[in-house]
């Protein structure tokens, strides 16, 4: 791997160079002429251009985490629904145009076209001008020297196979040095980039806010709609069964002397409500904050949970301590739910869930051999869960290729309060 | 018969006083909290405890890990753990030691007086009393599987009473037939499940709840 890495570094910085020079220059030409030309053609083309460049910026963000580590956030306001007709015009002009994170683009265009390409090239060269010095010591200095002149190897001219060999042990330096260079100089384009391309702070906390405002509203909804049920439930459930006791409390009292046989088949149908209102009550308890959860903590719910499951359930579970409990009970609640939609719709026998703390994240994986083919958007819950966690911050990952198998992974940044028993 | 009981909430700790006075029961101690109760039970030594699985001052499972530490400091102390919930994982937990003496059901079966009453006095002797919803918890993960799938409706019946821990003599009260019958039906029982069969009540129990929990 790592010594494999430096020669990738070195055709992956040639690769990036091609790239660069062609399309980031032409992208960079296309933007400055139509914001140049405006009316008309720049009003309709400069938008289509802009999101062109968009595009492209996102698959080099993604190839600056996928070949050298380097995350690039986006910078961009959330697009806006467009009109149609020519006000649409107008409006998708002024997304372009106001949007600062457009210019930075720009700006980035040229750079990376410029600086970006040469660098790329450098990696790419610096390692590969060695092997052109074993090129000459094997022979090739004879047919050059004899057109005519004799090859100057950096400072050595080459002139006979002495001095070709002299060049040989020179290219050796030249791969060694190169190969170093190579991963740090596209280690420092692809920082360049991201220089340009991440969120200024300030943008980087506006997005914040955005994102706050719109969980912290999903947030409310979800708490008023789950009081709602709680209210309905109590309301139809145990409270109509107390008030039907009371009235049988009340008949019985009435009847006790008068027909005690009926007396006591009422204060049989009385008890058996009360115990239906206590099972009601069960049940909804369990709803709002299992029991298990409140006196075991994350692991043991989950364990609990996994047992009542009708699928083959294997869990483990590695926490140092009890997590936050709105932590505690989002998690307990996206893992009830994926396990309920496996036991539903995958067809699956068998189910992992792993749930371990790593590096101040829970991270809760949910894996089942059903048929996949499992869909965020298809109205399966995950749409839910995920915005319960969205709450916290936390991410919910779906990959279910048909024929399977599902995995659900989701993370949510918290801290441990008190070490488990 | 000396009873340890352990409840924090002060109405149905009274409740549960008179109740097991009325029924000639002696009170040696009620406590209110798990340190206490820890306390009680080792040195008192009950005939048997009646505790509650949630407890100050923690408010989580402290009855229950009471309890368990109980049993492992004195084997075999009978503890019937009462909650408001039944939870398999727990019942797993007190079933865990293999040697009987446990009861777990829900404190709604104290509505019952004459079925709790006997609970008690089971767990007291070495029995066990589990919660008719632990039982039918266990079955239902169990319905898919090969050797339960074999029982015929009766059995399947005697099979949820046993597991429950009762004696054949109150299995065949309950279903209104013959002690002989039931005695026919729980070696059919043992046969299909490829248990080994046994005299002893309590050993039996343990050999059914052992044989649905390993699934």
């Known amino acids: ?70 995350e690039i956030k986006e910078p961009y306001k959330p697009r806006p629904r467009f009109r149609r007709g020519l006000r649409g015009v107008f409006q998708r002009y002024r997304w372009a145009v ?32 060695g092997p052109y010095g074993w090129v000459l010591a094997a022979g090739v200095w004879k047919p050059i020297f004899e057109s005519g002149g004799g090859d100057w190897y950096t400072f050595i001219h080459v002139v006979d196979q002495n001095s070709a060999d002299n060049a040989a042990l020179l290219g050796v330096v030249y791969t060694l040095i190169g190969l170093w260079l190579a991963p740090r100089l596209l280690r420092a384009s692809s920082l360049l980039t991201r220089g340009l391309l991440a969120p200024t702070r300030e943008r980087e906390l506006e997005l914040r806010v955005a994102h706050l405002t719109e969980s912290r509203s ?16 109590l309301h139809d459930g145990a409270q109509a069964r107390l008030v039907a006791m009371g009235m049988s409390l009340g008949a019985i009292e009435h009847l006790m002397d008068r027909d005690p046989e009926k007396a006591r088949r009422l204060l049989a149908e009385a008890r058996e409500s009360s115990s239906k209102a206590l099972t009601e009550l069960r049940d909804l308890v369990r709803g709002i904050h299992p029991p298990v959860l409140a006196e075991r903590g994350l692991g043991d719910a989950v364990r609990a949970l996994a047992m009542a499951s009708p699928l083959n359930t294997e869990v483990s579970v590695e926490l140092p301590g009890r997590l936050e409990a709105p932590v505690e009970s989002a998690a307990y609640f996206a893992v009830s739910e994926v396990l309920t939609n496996a036991a ?52 919910l990952a779906l990959s279910s290729p048909v024929g399977g198998p599902t995995m659900v992974t989701m993370e949510l940044p918290c801290v441990l309060t008190a070490p488990g028993h | ?143 898919r599987n090969e050797p339960l799938g074999g029982l015929t409706p009766r059995e399947r019946e005697v099979l949820e009473l046993m597991a429950e821990g009762r004696s054949n003599t109150a299995i065949a009260q309950r279903l209104v037939i013959t002690e002989r019958a039931v005695a026919k039906h729980t070696s059919n029982i043992f046969g299909k499940l490829n248990l080994p069969p046994s005299d002893d009540d309590n050993r039996r129990v343990l050999a059914v709840l052992a044989f649905l929990d390993r699934s």
């Open chain 1, 98 to 129: 106001a949007d600062p994170a457009t210019w930075r683009d720009v700006l980035w265009l040229f750079v990376d076209a410029t600086v970006g390409a040469v660098l790329g090239l450098v990696a790419f060269a610096v390692p590969m001008y």
């Open chain 2, 1 to 143: 018969m000396r009873v340890v009981l352990a409840e924090d909430l002060f109405l149905l700790r009274d409740g549960l006083i008179r109740l097991l006075e009325a029924y000639g029961f002696e009170i040696a101690a009620a406590v209110d909290n798990g340190p206490e109760l820890t306390r009680a039970l080792l040195t008192i030594k009950p005939d048997v405890a009646v505790v509650d699985v949630r407890l100050p001052p923690s408010f989580t499972d402290e009855g229950l890990q009471a309890a368990l530490h109980a049993r492992r400091e004195v084997p075999g102390l009978p503890v019937l753990v009462l909650s408001q919930h039944v939870e398999q994982l727990y019942a797993r937990e007190l079933l865990a030691d293999g040697s009987g003496g446990v009861g777990y059901l829900l404190k709604d079966r104290v509505f019952d007086a004459d079925q709790f009453v006997d609970a008690v006095r089971r767990v007291a002797g070495g029995g066990t009393a589990m919660d008719p919803q632990v039982i039918s918890q266990l079955l239902a993960r169990n319905a």
């Open chain 1, 1 to 70: 791997m790592r010594i494999g890495a430096a020669p990738l570094a070195a055709v992956r910085g040639l690769a990036l160079a091609l790239l660069a020079l062609p399309v980031s220059l032409a992208l960079f030409i296309f933007s400055v002429v139509f914001f140049a030309v405006t009316f008309p053609i720049g009003f309709l083309l400069f938008p289509v251009v802009i999101a062109g460049v968009r595009s492209y910026a996102g698959a080099r963000r993604r190839l600056a985490y996928t070949w050298f580590g380097v």
């Open chain 1, 218 to 233: 999903d947030a409310l909804d979800t708490q008023a709609a789950e009081l709602r049920r709680i209210e309905r439930d």
């Open chain 1, 344 to 395: 539903k719709h995958s067809g699956a026998r068998r189910v992992w869930i792993d749930i371990r703390y790593e590096d101040d994240r829970l991270r809760l994986v949910i894996t089942d051999d059903g048929h996949g083919g499992a869909d965020a958007s298809g109205g399966t819950g995950l749409l839910g869960i995920e915005r319960r966690l969205g709450t916290f911050d936390g991410v």
